[in-house]
């Protein structure tokens, strides 16, 4: 699997997102530099490697790991920072009630103003030969931010923004600098939700990198045999039957999003009742040797 300087994870609330952001920031560090950044205001997947970063300035987490926070907002502001220099103005502006009808007559301002800042990281990673990983937010919102350039270009057909959102999308259509993984678990609305998701990203919006990580899958426990042996004892019966109906929806998914050309990794059920730093360790072990195999 070809890895853009970029990647964006995102997928079905409930997945797994933060977890396998977490999980993939911590396989990539193994191997050099790596940033984890959080722009879905939670910052789990940042606790789960054990910092909170409170700002946009980086935390070190290892000697190869940072985390970090952005926010569409903050990004806005630190644009009207640089546009106008002069510190007493500019806070003038951001707090001045004209400024927030100009914001509100440009519907996706802030939000491309994230993409543009995420687009300058990824050069600069590029630079530093740094990989970065996102975690974004549910899938919904995710296509929503990432549509939003298309949206900038329609509002300011010429100019600096038509500029900068030209730059955005090429950076998000360059599948060496940015692409998108897909988390989902083994149920049938993750994966319908994976399914549309991937094929809004490449159809819609021309994102050529797009993969899935298929995050709880349960391991065959029982075959025939065992059931049939098992019949006798009621509920134990019926909860193996349904571990291998699950196992089974596990494998057909995982062929439907391989004949949706989706690359996908496949991250064991882990029983336990909280993910911690231990959890994402042990994961992003079983990310490191999918990537290593491909």
């Known amino acids: 699997m070809a890895l853009p300087r970029l990647i964006f994870v995102t997928g079905k609330g409930g997945t797994g997102k933060s977890t396998v952001s977490a999980a993939l920031a911590a396989a990539l560090a193994r191997h050099g530099p790596t940033t984890l950044a959080d722009i ?12 909170i970063p409170t700002g946009p300035d980086s935390v070190r987490v290892s000697d190869s ?13 630190a644009f009207i920072r640089r546009i106008v220099p002069i510190s007493a103005i500019s806070r003038r502006m951001l707090k001045s009630r004209t400024f927030g009808y100009v914001t509100a007559a440009l519907p996706g301002l802030e939000a491309f103003l994230l993409l543009e ?17 996102i975690d974004a937010p549910a899938s919904g919102t995710a296509l929503e931010l990432l549509g939003v350039a298309a949206g900038v270009k329609g509002i300011a057909p010429a100019g ?6 030209g730059a955005v999308e090429s ?16 149920e049938p609305l993750a994966l319908r939700e994976a399914l549309e998701t991937a094929s809004a990203l490449r159809d819609r919006l021309g994102i050529a990198t797009v993969a899935a990580i298929m995050n709880r899958t349960p391991q065959p426990l029982f075959d025939d045999a065992d059931l049939r042996a098992l019949a006798r004892v009621g509920a134990h019966a019926r909860l193996a039957r349904r571990r291998s109906r699950e196992h089974k929806f596990a494998r057909a998914a995982l062929e ?3 004949h949706a050309g989706l690359e996908t990794i496949e991250l064991p059920m882990m029983f336990t009742d909280t993910i ?4 994402v360790m042990r994961l992003s072990r079983e990310i490191e040797a999918e990537l290593l195999r491909r």
């Open 40 to 51: 879905d205001g939670r910052l789990r997947a940042a606790a789960l490697v054990g910092t």
């Open 65 to 77: 790991l940072d985390a970090l926070a952005l926010s569409a907002r903050t990004e806005l502001e």
């Open 117 to 133: 800042r995420l687009r300058i990281m990824a050069g600069d990673a590029a630079l530093e030969d740094r990989f970065i990983v």
């Open 160 to 165: 600096t923004l038509n500029r900068l959102a």
């Open 171 to 186: 950076f998000l259509t360059d599948p060496d600098r940015f692409g998108v993984i897909v988390t989902l678990a083994p």
């Open 256 to 258: 439907q999003l391989r």
């Open 276 to 279: 911690g730093a231990g959890e």
